[in-house]
């Protein structure tokens, strides 16, 4: 009996476990294209990542120091970003690099030990200067730079340049499998420029988009504002894109369908919608969450079609579960955690890197139409908070000739849970139904203004009764001290007057 | 609002009811109490009714010869009452204890019936309906092996229910002999006096009705023969019969003059089985009678359906799912917007339930002590909860034995040498 026992629990054991490895998901291998060597973490390497990222590539990373023999030889591709002048002491690295014969890019001091093709590329340094850039049919505005070193010889036209003191030097120079990149620094301005030799270097020939997003748009925003900027969009011709915040609770609240039916006016106004995760606010808020929040997004009628995450985030584990997306938008926020890094990143088949407006006001494009940068960008703006901040925006686009793309046009799948919305330049389909995105007024009128619910508590009733209660149970009391009274007495006449009766009996005997 | 709530809120009004009951009991039984201080005790007129006094016993060779020397001693005409004792199955010295007695006694109607395992041994029911069977008495009367009545209890139950037709049984007041013995026995002294003023005295001044606690109780013979003698799957015997008196159309009385001294539980463990066995008895009796709640033509007994009914599941599980709520709000497990009650309102009870319990305790002699209302402070706090702990334990037992369909054992109380 016992041995049965013994042999049950065993059994029970056994099967929860292969039900465990059953219930996981078996999820695909990211084979990752592209390694990188870096010397510390930092926003430096960051913004390389998601650069890289926003090519659609997906990455390895170790440290100079982390680094292990023939690691250099599983890649096709190697980015080296070391921007100081320390020497690389891992002798296994310095004789694989020697011997590398893959595309290298470096990015940093010149460091001819561990480069010794670098020794082919003149270098000159500035103490001081005032650069800007000059790539594709771009200029940047001039910003002041101490030390500088850049590859002193004559300029490829065709190349990205960087400009010191009203002198071009090429941005970057080749030798033989050697892509060499003096300057970096964490400048969106210098960051564009470089993604021109980082698209090259990486041999991707696709066609690049700009595209105009809305950040961190929530139930409590100016939904009066959403509707009249979508209007104002519409007229002038702006595709746009809202990012939205997925909550998850109190989807049934007046205000929350109030929400729905302003993004679906949106939807209709040539706009398009992606998941918000930027911010870690926006995270915590949509972390655990996320299915709910975008299922009743999908259930109201919203069709979210990327997300937006911050640079580092693609660098972490992917947190939700049943829910994945294609796309994906690389914010411009600062870092807030560089201790968050993994060794592999996130893979977006289509993914957009994120620049702030201001970046784009002070690049010039040569031609009359702005064009688009070497890669995706998202022009990343607040909601207006004004009738005259909407159109300040809405003149800047026009007055830069923005050759905007309507986001739904790229392709985009999303899954979350049962649900599958896809979309291309064919439209947006769920669960392989063609949607239709007209507006059709809904019941919350517009003059509506949100009152929340009344939430139902027993507080009051139980206030009352508890004041109800003191009063009935003080009135017990007094009655219970009353009959106490009564008692004692009987209890008097009955015992001690028994005694003093016995006793005068004792002494008249 | 939520599911929660509306369960908090049944459970608040089911626990709050259940104590407005019982001090609608406490009054009820002030007002008995009072009255019968009072009052003259009965006395028989005319001729006295032969009786036969039943005591099942066994291995109660502890106790044994100290009752049946106290009932030997009742103040009743001795040739009009008849001892019984039915020395059920003991493997101890009772037999020869019995003997001894009946030897030193040979002019009284002193009966020993010995009984084996296969005539006895089957619980204190097929105990009685044994004795029933060899008595000859008008009257039969009931004490537990370990009673030492006062002498006049006989006369006082006797005198009552001659005196009154309607009355199918009186039964007596019991009080804790060893109460001084440990604090369990103290609590048990308490207890026993406040359930007999609210149970017994505040139900018969309120609804008339009146529960048999098992000993020192007279029955008319008529009742127990309509009846055909005591179930003998009962295991809480005296609730079963006294039901079985309500539905023949009898009542009741509690007459608290006819005392009765019984030794009670000194050890936790002793208490804890032999409370046991009440609760799995009543809750047996309460399925049994379950319908009766409903039934028009039992009114009488339907305010004690519901008592036990509301004792033995509402209260408990009130209880039980409130606590456990409450336990899962303060983790965060479930949302109540439910609001505790005041800290004055809780104090207010507490003091409200000492207070209740020390009136209890007034017309005893010697209780009404400082020491006594220390206790029931501390009872509440202990004795009190462990209440629910017996209460789920003996509900789980009686589902057991229902599922696995097998009879209740009966387990005989262990006695002490005092």
């Given at each position: 009996m016992k041995g049965f026992k013994v042999f049950f629990i065993s059994l029970v054991v056994l099967m929860l476990s292969i039900t465990g490895v059953c219930g996981e998901e078996i999820k695909e291998e990211v084979i990752p294209e592209i390694l990188i060597i870096y010397q510390a973490k930092d926003s430096n390497l960051e913004n390389l990542v998601a650069l890289v990222t926003s090519f659609g590539k997906t990455i390895e990373m170790t440290s100079i120091e982390d680094y292990k023999k023939d690691k250099i030889n599983s890649f096709g591709d190697v980015i080296f970003l070391k921007l100081n002048d320390i020497a690389i002491e891992n002798e296994n690295l310095r004789n694989d690099l020697l011997w590398y014969s893959g595309n290298l890019l470096y990015i940093g001091k010149s460091d001819k030990v561990a480069f010794p093709k670098l020794s082919e590329i003149p270098i000159k340094t500035y103490s001081q200067g005032n650069i800007s850039f000059k790539f594709k049919d771009y200029i940047t505005q001039n910003i002041l730079i101490n030390e500088i070193e850049v590859i002193n010889k004559p300029l490829n036209l065709e190349r990205e340049a960087i400009i010191v003191n009203g002198e071009s030097f090429s941005f970057s120079e080749k030798v033989e499998n050697l892509t060499y990149v003096p300057y970096f620094d964490d400048q969106e301005e210098t960051l564009l420029c470089f993604s021109s030799t980082l698209k090259r270097f990486l041999g991707i020939d696709s066609k690049e988009s700009m595209v105009l997003i809305v950040k961190e748009v929530f139930p409590f925003s100016d939904l009066t504002m959403i509707k009249k900027m979508s209007d104002a969009f519409y007229e002038n011709g702006i595709p746009f894109t809202l990012g939205v915040i997925p909550?998850?609770?109190?989807?049934?609240?007046p205000a929350m369908k109030r929400f729905y039916d302003t993004l679906k006016y949106a939807q209709s106004k040539n706009g398009s919608i992606v998941a918000y995760a930027l911010n870690k606010k926006a995270r915590e808020v949509s972390g655990e969450p996320m299915e709910k929040g975008l299922t009743a997004m999908v259930n109201n009628g919203v069709y979210p079609l990327g997300i937006v995450v911050s640079k580092n985030w693609i660098l972490e584990e992917y947190p939700y579960t049943n829910v994945s997306f294609s796309s994906g938008i690389i914010g411009n926020n600062p870092s807030y955690?560089?201790?968050?890094?993994?060794?592999s990143s996130t893979d977006f088949v289509n993914a957009t890197y994120g620049i702030s407006m201001e970046t784009l006001e002070k690049t010039r494009s040569l031609k009359k139409e702005f064009g688009t940068y070497s890669l995706t960008t998202g022009i990343m703006v607040d909601l207006p908070k004004s009738d005259e901040e909407l159109y300040t925006l809405i003149n800047s686009i026009n007055e830069k000739w923005l050759s905007l793309t309507d986001y739904k046009a790229l392709d985009h799948q999303v899954k979350v849970g049962r649900n599958e919305i896809i979309a291309n330049t064919r439209g947006v389909f769920l669960n392989g139904n063609l949607l239709s995105l007209a507006y059709e007024a809904g019941p919350i009128e517009e003059t509506y203004q949100y009152q929340p619910l009344p939430t139902y508590t027993l507080g009051n009733v139980f206030n009352t009764g508890n004041t109800v209660l003191l009063i009935i149970m003080g009135a017990i009391i007094i009655g219970f001290l009353v009959m106490l009274f009564i008692s004692r007495r009987l209890y008097l006449k009955k015992f001690r007057h028994k005694k003093s009766r016995k006793r005068k009996e004792g002494d008249q005997e | 609002m939520n599911g929660y709530d509306y369960i908090m809120v049944v459970n608040i009004i089911l626990i709050w009811g259940l104590m407005f009951i019982n001090i609608a009991l406490i009054i009820g039984g002030f007002i008995y109490y009072t009255k019968i201080e009072v009052e003259l005790p009965p006395m028989i007129k005319g001729e006295y009714p032969f009786v036969s006094i039943m005591v099942p016993a066994h291995n109660e060779g502890v106790v044994i010869v100290k009752t049946v020397e106290s009932l030997l001693q009742f103040e009743y005409p001795k040739n009009r009452y008849e001892i019984i004792v039915i020395?059920?199955?003991?493997?101890?010295n009772s037999a020869q204890l019995l003997k001894e007695l009946q030897d030193k006694n040979p002019n009284r109607n002193l009966k020993v019936i010995n009984t084996d395992?296969?005539?006895?041994?089957?619980g204190k029911s097929n105990a009685l309906n044994i004795g029933y069977g060899e008595s000859k008495g008008e009257f039969l009367v009931i004490y537990d092996a370990d009673n030492t009545p006062e002498k006049k209890a006989l006369l006082y139950l006797v005198a009552e229910i001659i005196g009154d037709d309607s009355l199918g049984a009186v039964v007596g007041k019991f009080r804790t002999r060893n109460k001084n013995a440990t604090l369990l026995t103290r609590f048990i002294n308490i207890e026993t006096l406040s359930f007999q003023w609210m149970a017994q005295a505040g139900r018969w001044q309120l609804m008339r009705l009146c529960t048999i606690p098992g000993t020192n109780f007279i029955i008319r013979r008529t009742i127990v023969e309509a009846i055909g003698g005591w179930d003998v799957k009962a295991v809480a015997e005296d609730t079963e019969i006294s039901f079985r008196i309500y539905l023949m159309g009898y009542k009741i009385k509690f007459q608290p003059k006819a005392v009765t001294w019984e030794q009670e539980p000194q050890k936790v463990g002793v208490w804890f089985r032999q409370r046991t066995r009440w609760v799995k008895g009543n809750v047996y009796v309460l399925i049994k009678n379950i319908r009766y709640l409903v039934d028009p033509k039992a009114k009488r007994i339907r305010f004690d359906v519901f008592y036990f009914l509301s004792t033995y599941f509402l209260l408990l599980s009130a209880l039980v799912t409130s606590d456990i709520i409450f336990f899962m709000n303060l983790s965060g497990w479930v949302s109540t917007t439910i609001q505790g009650f005041s800290n004055l309102l809780w104090l207010t009870a507490f003091v409200m339930f000492v207070l209740g319990i020390f009136i209890t305790l007034a017309t005893e002699k010697g209780e009404m002590s400082i020491s006594n209302l220390l206790i029931i402070g501390l009872m509440y706090v202990t004795y009190c909860q462990l209440w629910i702990v017996v209460t789920v334990y003996g509900v789980f037992q009686y589902l057991q034995d229902r599922i696995k369909k097998q009879d209740s054992k009966w387990y005989k109380t262990e006695r002490v040498q005092e």
């Amino acid at each position: 009996m016992k041995g049965f026992k013994v042999f049950f629990i065993s059994l029970v054991v056994l099967m929860l476990s292969i039900t465990g490895v059953c219930g996981e998901e078996i999820k695909e291998e990211v084979i990752p294209e592209i390694l990188i060597i870096y010397q510390a973490k930092d926003s430096n390497l960051e913004n390389l990542v998601a650069l890289v990222t926003s090519f659609g590539k997906t990455i390895e990373m170790t440290s100079i120091e982390d680094y292990k023999k023939d690691k250099i030889n599983s890649f096709g591709d190697v980015i080296f970003l070391k921007l100081n002048d320390i020497a690389i002491e891992n002798e296994n690295l310095r004789n694989d690099l020697l011997w590398y014969s893959g595309n290298l890019l470096y990015i940093g001091k010149s460091d001819k030990v561990a480069f010794p093709k670098l020794s082919e590329i003149p270098i000159k340094t500035y103490s001081q200067g005032n650069i800007s850039f000059k790539f594709k049919d771009y200029i940047t505005q001039n910003i002041l730079i101490n030390e500088i070193e850049v590859i002193n010889k004559p300029l490829n036209l065709e190349r990205e340049a960087i400009i010191v003191n009203g002198e071009s030097f090429s941005f970057s120079e080749k030798v033989e499998n050697l892509t060499y990149v003096p300057y970096f620094d964490d400048q969106e301005e210098t960051l564009l420029c470089f993604s021109s030799t980082l698209k090259r270097f990486l041999g991707i020939d696709s066609k690049e988009s700009m595209v105009l997003i809305v950040k961190e748009v929530f139930p409590f925003s100016d939904l009066t504002m959403i509707k009249k900027m979508s209007d104002a969009f519409y007229e002038n011709g702006i595709p746009f894109t809202l990012g939205v915040i997925p909550l998850s609770d109190n989807t049934d609240y007046p205000a929350m369908k109030r929400f729905y039916d302003t993004l679906k006016y949106a939807q209709s106004k040539n706009g398009s919608i992606v998941a918000y995760a930027l911010n870690k606010k926006a995270r915590e808020v949509s972390g655990e969450p996320m299915e709910k929040g975008l299922t009743a997004m999908v259930n109201n009628g919203v069709y979210p079609l990327g997300i937006v995450v911050s640079k580092n985030w693609i660098l972490e584990e992917y947190p939700y579960t049943n829910v994945s997306f294609s796309s994906g938008i690389i914010g411009n926020n600062p870092s807030y955690s560089v201790d968050a890094f993994t060794k592999s990143s996130t893979d977006f088949v289509n993914a957009t890197y994120g620049i702030s407006m201001e970046t784009l006001e002070k690049t010039r494009s040569l031609k009359k139409e702005f064009g688009t940068y070497s890669l995706t960008t998202g022009i990343m703006v607040d909601l207006p908070k004004s009738d005259e901040e909407l159109y300040t925006l809405i003149n800047s686009i026009n007055e830069k000739w923005l050759s905007l793309t309507d986001y739904k046009a790229l392709d985009h799948q999303v899954k979350v849970g049962r649900n599958e919305i896809i979309a291309n330049t064919r439209g947006v389909f769920l669960n392989g139904n063609l949607l239709s995105l007209a507006y059709e007024a809904g019941p919350i009128e517009e003059t509506y203004q949100y009152q929340p619910l009344p939430t139902y508590t027993l507080g009051n009733v139980f206030n009352t009764g508890n004041t109800v209660l003191l009063i009935i149970m003080g009135a017990i009391i007094i009655g219970f001290l009353v009959m106490l009274f009564i008692s004692r007495r009987l209890y008097l006449k009955k015992f001690r007057h028994k005694k003093s009766r016995k006793r005068k009996e004792g002494d008249q005997e | 609002m939520n599911g929660y709530d509306y369960i908090m809120v049944v459970n608040i009004i089911l626990i709050w009811g259940l104590m407005f009951i019982n001090i609608a009991l406490i009054i009820g039984g002030f007002i008995y109490y009072t009255k019968i201080e009072v009052e003259l005790p009965p006395m028989i007129k005319g001729e006295y009714p032969f009786v036969s006094i039943m005591v099942p016993a066994h291995n109660e060779g502890v106790v044994i010869v100290k009752t049946v020397e106290s009932l030997l001693q009742f103040e009743y005409p001795k040739n009009r009452y008849e001892i019984i004792v039915i020395n059920d199955n003991s493997s101890d010295n009772s037999a020869q204890l019995l003997k001894e007695l009946q030897d030193k006694n040979p002019n009284r109607n002193l009966k020993v019936i010995n009984t084996d395992n296969i005539t006895g041994g089957k619980g204190k029911s097929n105990a009685l309906n044994i004795g029933y069977g060899e008595s000859k008495g008008e009257f039969l009367v009931i004490y537990d092996a370990d009673n030492t009545p006062e002498k006049k209890a006989l006369l006082y139950l006797v005198a009552e229910i001659i005196g009154d037709d309607s009355l199918g049984a009186v039964v007596g007041k019991f009080r804790t002999r060893n109460k001084n013995a440990t604090l369990l026995t103290r609590f048990i002294n308490i207890e026993t006096l406040s359930f007999q003023w609210m149970a017994q005295a505040g139900r018969w001044q309120l609804m008339r009705l009146c529960t048999i606690p098992g000993t020192n109780f007279i029955i008319r013979r008529t009742i127990v023969e309509a009846i055909g003698g005591w179930d003998v799957k009962a295991v809480a015997e005296d609730t079963e019969i006294s039901f079985r008196i309500y539905l023949m159309g009898y009542k009741i009385k509690f007459q608290p003059k006819a005392v009765t001294w019984e030794q009670e539980p000194q050890k936790v463990g002793v208490w804890f089985r032999q409370r046991t066995r009440w609760v799995k008895g009543n809750v047996y009796v309460l399925i049994k009678n379950i319908r009766y709640l409903v039934d028009p033509k039992a009114k009488r007994i339907r305010f004690d359906v519901f008592y036990f009914l509301s004792t033995y599941f509402l209260l408990l599980s009130a209880l039980v799912t409130s606590d456990i709520i409450f336990f899962m709000n303060l983790s965060g497990w479930v949302s109540t917007t439910i609001q505790g009650f005041s800290n004055l309102l809780w104090l207010t009870a507490f003091v409200m339930f000492v207070l209740g319990i020390f009136i209890t305790l007034a017309t005893e002699k010697g209780e009404m002590s400082i020491s006594n209302l220390l206790i029931i402070g501390l009872m509440y706090v202990t004795y009190c909860q462990l209440w629910i702990v017996v209460t789920v334990y003996g509900v789980f037992q009686y589902l057991q034995d229902r599922i696995k369909k097998q009879d209740s054992k009966w387990y005989k109380t262990e006695r002490v040498q005092e």
